[in-house]
T-cell receptor
């Protein structure tokens, strides 16, 4: 399975946009890019996923580079509740392989 | 409310004493899975099941057993627990479409079971 690289941690202030990067230079043509997040003391929860085109939903936006070697999860206005570990995952099969993710801190 | 439940949430046991962690979902999902989460290692899949009576090994199956006799339940069994199985365990479920490949359905996770084996 292809590997993803994410920064260990990032910080943001409340109400500001947050751009969480993910590098996946060995991505194959049929790998989907998934994002999950894990709030403190909870199980992971789905955020968004996509293949080639940028995707938007009520939680976030996913911007995928044209060569698909990187992607960015965008939280348009960070809230304190968005403090979590964010996982960028590539999936070719039914399986999700989680890395160690990016820990996002949000300050009031 | 759609949810995945796990019991118990916390468990302290001793080496060699068989235990079962239950997982149940009320969403009629075909796919169920067990993960363990350890510091610095992220979540690793233990076993998964695509439907009733269909189970398969994940990345770290040693020391674990599962069964899927009913669609809603997917218990995790530790026949002879050892201290290296001390971990945080998550159950997850999702719909499953044959041939969906990486465009898989959203996985819903339970609240976790924290296990300490002495």
């Amino acid at each position: 399975d292809a590997k993803t690289t994410q920064p260990n941690s990032m910080e943001s202030n409340e109400e500001e946009p947050v751009h969480l990067p993910c590098n996946h230079s060995t991505i194959s043509g049929t790998d989907y890019i998934h994002w999950y997040r894990q709030l403190p003391s909870q199980g992971p929860e789905y955020v968004i996923h996509g293949l080639t085109s940028n995707v938007n939903n009520r939680m976030a936006s996913l911007a995928i580079a044209e060569d698909r070697k990187s992607s960015t999860l965008i939280l348009h206005r960070a809230t304190l509740r968005d403090a979590a570990v964010y996982y960028c995952i590539l999936s070719l099969t039914d399986k999700l392989i989680f890395g160690t993710g990016t820990r996002l801190q949000v300050f009031p | 409310e759609a949810q995945v439940t796990q019991n118990p949430r916390y468990l302290i046991t001793v080496t060699g004493k068989k235990l079962t962690v239950t997982c149940s979902q009320n969403m009629n999902h075909e796919y169920m899975s067990w993960y363990r989460q350890d510091p610095g290692l992220g979540l690793r899949q233990i076993y998964y099941s695509m439907n009733v009576e269909v189970t398969d090994k994940g990345d770290v199956p040693e020391g674990y057993k599962v069964s899927r006799k009913e669609k809603r339940n997917f218990p995790l069994i530790l026949e002879s627990p050892s201290p290296n199985q001390t971990s945080l365990y998550f159950c997850a479920s999702s719909r499953w479409r044959r041939g969906s490949g990486g465009d898989q359905e959203t996985q819903y996770f339970g609240p976790g079971t924290r296990l300490l084996v002495l």
